[in-house]
């Protein structure tokens, strides 16, 4: 008598799924960037972005996994009752700082010994941030904080050790670090991008430039940095000042940690409300000249912004194409449908444009120094570009999920993330209408910003008609002058404009598709309407080789 067959419990095969996106190399896979860094000047730093990419796509992409599933924990006590307010963070949060502080992502710029710097710093900021953006707060604050700190010798060791390549984790005073970070608190609950509002006072005590400060803020990023910029009103008005976390002495400054704050997105990083209880600063400048200290911060801070949005598209458009490319549907793979790679080439014209757009400021930031030509661009792109790519991102990530379909909606993913993350470089550093308005204050009090500007338009050699249309219509809206009203649509176009401009003169495969649909008007309010004759196969190739 013959044994029944076994039964087999495999109801199916797993079949027709793309393979694991990592490890790649995020620097070799991307044609557009590697051409913008030697394009703006950041040919000098090839191996350095050559390493850290290959980096990112491999070791920073799995950490960044890691510390997005264990968010941050406030501790306001300890088991005896002592104050300790301490956040604890997952191994991998501190491993993707330790990285990116050796890796230059902080301070590569600062004590760059070529031109470039900033350049290469902002193209490692792109990489960093495509493998994880919660690290890239505090890392852009770091750098960000250096520009205003390095204005008085007085902060020396601070701009030193927060432009190290160390990091160190430790609750102790900088003396002992070689390596340091650095936070922001800006906004209060009544004021918002009003900081002009903020009611946190600043007593003067008896040391030169020290204060006590008493009030609140109610985004306070990175709360485990060692020291803070902080703005406040002292007897002479809104002031910038430096609050250490830990004093030399070794005591804990006088602020509390209230609460952490439960945050959309940006999970691996920790933000938090606080409240200031005679916490001591140093003051930055001039009593009365907060805004005008901190707004060398807030323009690095803005780029960084730029280069999120362009970095968060860049990966979303990495995904997209390489499931496109394996996954099969209805007897073709899906990036041979028609449609699809409609989608597609949309969405790699609109991340070269972005990525171009965001290395040219950095070049801009770079020059500032010593060229008032590209000081007063790096004035007016930084608000055009920071506007117009955070605008574009939270749509542009929705669009690149939709091609991954249910796949793209689940947390083994990294569109979920990516999607969370979008909307936070629009809000972050001064909302779209803060931005915009920024740009009318630009055009109306420095005549060099719209100079430096057309100056970049006028540079295009050879253009399809619909670009050097595009361009005398903003000559003319220039030359009258834009209303508040009128403003987003203004700053769109210029942005747009300056776009096309950068992807022209590159000889980008990328620039006549992108004229003929975003400034010609072969194109609809969603992604996949790019006209006919778009050459879809060689835009895709380059996007993702």
């Known amino acids: 008598m013959q044994s029944p067959a076994v039964p087999s419990f495999e109801t199916h095969v797993v079949e027709n799924q793309p393979p694991p996106f ?77 990285l990116a502080k050796q ?34 707060c505090p890392l852009t604050m770091t750098h960000a904080g250096v520009a205003v700190l390095r204005q008085s010798s007085a902060f020396d060791a601070w701009t030193q050790r927060a432009a190290a390549p160390a990091y160190d984790p430790a609750d102790i005073p900088i003396a002992a670090k070689g390596g340091i970070t650095l936070g ?33 803020k109610w985004f306070f990023s990175a709360p485990m940095s060692d020291g803070f910029l902080v703005l406040a009103q002292a007897p002479g008005g809104l002031t910038c000042l430096l609050m250490p976390r830990r004093l ?27 409240e200031f209880c005679g916490a001591w600063a140093l003051r930055i400048g001039e009593e009365g000249r907060g805004v005008a200290s901190i707004i060398p911060m807030v323009m690095m801070t803005r780029l960084d912004c730029m280069l999120g949005a362009a970095a968060e598209m860049r990966m979303a458009l990495a995904q997209a194409l390489h499931h496109a490319r394996h996954r099969r549907s209805f007897g073709k793979r899906l990036v041979e449908h028609p449609l699809m790679g409609n989608v597609l080439a949309d969405l790699a014209i609109e991340s070269e444009a972005a990525t171009t757009l965001a290395l040219r400021v950095a070049r801009a930031v ?44 689940i947390e083994e993913s990294m569109l979920p993330r990516l999607y969370r993350q979008a ?80 992807l022209l003169r590159a000889g980008s495969p990328a620039a006549d598709a992108f004229v003929a649909s975003r400034l010609d008007g072969r194109h609809g309010l969603a992604f996949g309407t790019l006209p006919d004759a778009t050459p879809v196969d060689g835009l895709l190739a380059r996007a993702l080789p």
Request: glycine residues 12%; charged residues 20%.
């Open 248 to 274: 030399d002495d070794g005591r804990r400054n006088a602020f509390r940690l209230m609460r952490l704050k439960d945050k959309l997105g940006d999970w691996s990083n920790a933000s938090s409300e606080v």
């Open 22 to 98: 990592a490890p790649r190399d995020l620097w070799g896979d991307d044609v557009a960037l590697r051409e913008a860094v030697a394009r703006e000047g950041g040919g000098g730093f090839l191996p350095v972005l050559a390493s850290y990419g290959a980096l990112a796509g491999d070791t920073l992409y799995q950490l960044g996994f890691e510390a997005n599933r264990d968010r941050p924990r406030l501790r306001t006590h300890d088991a005896h009752g002592h104050r300790i307010d301490l956040v604890e963070f997952h191994p991998a949060y501190h491993q993707l700082m330790d």
């Open 423 to 502: 909307p936070l470089n629009s809000i972050w550093e001064g909302s779209g209408n803060i931005q915009c308005l920024d740009v009318l204050r630009a055009l109306a009090r420095d005549p060099a910003c719209g100079h430096a500007l057309l100056r970049e338009l006028e540079q295009v050699e050879v253009a399809p008609p619909a670009y050097a249309a595009a361009v005398q219509h903003l000559r003319d809206v220039l030359a009258r002058g834009a209303s508040e009203f009128d403003a987003r649509s203004v700053v769109e176009r210029c942005a747009l404009v300056l776009q096309a401009a950068l």
């Open 184 to 216: 922001m608190g800006m906004t209060e609950k009544q004021g918002g991008s009003d900081v002009r509002a903020n009611a946190t006072v600043a007593t003067p005590l008896a040391g030169e430039g020290e204060y006590a400060l008493v009030g609140h």
């Open 366 to 409: 770079d020059r500032a120094g010593h060229d008032a030509g590209e000081a007063a661009l790096a004035r007016i792109a930084t608000a055009l570009g920071k506007y117009w790519l955070c605008r574009r991102a939270p749509a542009f990530v929705n669009e690149a999920q939709e091609c991954l379909g249910g796949a793209g909606y």
């Open 103 to 136: 890796g230059g992502v902080a301070g590569l710029s600062w004590h760059a010994s070529t031109p470039g710097g900033h350049v290469a710093r902002a193209a490692l900021s792109y990489l960093h941030h495509q493998a994880d953006a919660g690290t890239s």
